[in-house]
């Protein structure tokens, strides 16, 4: 049965780092892109990252761009997020899903229609 199971979340003060890893299980791993999303109170779930089944393309959400970066170990099944310069607009439960193989592995996208397979998620929360 696939699996995702999401870790490393916490309470960060601003400007601080978190790392969250996604620990697969279930299925053919290194075939598959990964995802992380997030959803705050209120707020629809939205895109943060995603990577592709080796590792060779990513892609940010541009509220990210530049302090996040996404990374995967396929010999750990495991796909990591380094969250850096947190702020308090971070804020959320973060999700890792895996991307329906149907879509092309390279043209990644953030649209959660595209995920088929999601985690329990993680709470981070960025606060002094």
């Known amino acids: 049965q696939l699996q995702l199971v999401e870790s490393g979340g916490g309470l960060v003060q601003p400007g601080g780092s978190l790392r969250l890893s996604c620990a697969a299980s279930g299925f053919t791993f290194n075939y598959r892109a990964i995802g992380w999303f997030r959803q705050a109170p209120g707020k629809e779930r939205e895109g943060v990252s995603c990577?592709?089944?080796?590792?060779?393309?990513?892609k940010y959400a541009d509220s990210v761009k530049g302090r996040f970066t996404i990374s995967r170990d396929n010999a750990k099944n495991t796909v990591y997020l380094q969250m850096n310069s947190l702020k308090p607009e971070d804020t959320a439960v973060y999700y890792c899903?895996?991307?329906?193989?149907?879509?092309?592995?390279?043209?990644?996208?953030?649209?959660?229609?595209?995920?088929?397979?999601w985690g329990q998620g993680t709470q981070v929360t960025v606060s002094s």
């Open positions: 899903a895996a991307r329906d193989p149907n879509y092309v592995d390279f043209q990644l996208g953030l649209g959660d229609y595209e995920y088929d397979n």
């Open positions: 990577i592709s089944s080796s590792g060779g393309t990513t």
